[in-house]
């Protein structure tokens, strides 16, 4: 159930974003959520796309410092408090959330979330059991 996230050490410098995604493109790899963290001197991309090995491989070889990080996620109501809610179950489970990012499906028209927390098997049991879809690898892949 785990997804698989890229993340890419970037210098902030002009046109580094442009060129990871021009990257992606020329792999034919699609870009489903990204996020980016960053400081004065660099950040990090985080990004969900449809072929995450390959892009690894590409971004790599084109020398930029990646890596994979399993995350979970979930599916929930397009809704005002749909956040909240989910967000409740884990926090009364007492499990830490370290970041989070959101991206709305194509197909479901619901909100897909991006949770990277302290124990992924520990977040997805709570959320399964308070009602919450956590969602396949395959089904945030092909969105």
């Known amino acids: 159930m785990l997804v698989k ?3 890419v050490f970037l210098e902030n410098k002009e046109g580094r974003v442009a060129q990871v995604t ?3 493109s020329d792999s034919a790899i699609n870009i489903r959520a990204l996020s980016i963290a960053d400081t004065t001197e660099f950040g990090i991309l985080r990004l969900i796309v449809d072929k995450p090995e390959l892009a690894e491989n590409a971004l790599k070889k084109e020398g930029f410092t990646v890596s994979i990080t399993e995350v979970i ?5 397009d809704e005002p408090g749909g956040l ?3 967000l ?3 926090h009364e489970d007492r499990i830490s959330v370290e970041y989070i990012y959101a991206f709305i499906s194509k197909t479901s028209h619901k909100a ?3 949770l990277r927390v302290e124990d992924c098997g520990r977040a997805t049991e709570s959320l399964e059991a308070a009602g919450f879809l956590v969602l396949t690898a395959r089904e945030v892949y092909d969105q």
């Open 22 to 24: 021009r990257i992606l």
């Open 73 to 77: 996620a979930i599916s929930i109501a």
């Open 84 to 86: 909240a809610k989910a």
């Open 5 to 7: 996230q890229i993340s």
């Open 88 to 90: 409740q179950v884990l």
């Open 112 to 114: 897909n979330v991006i």
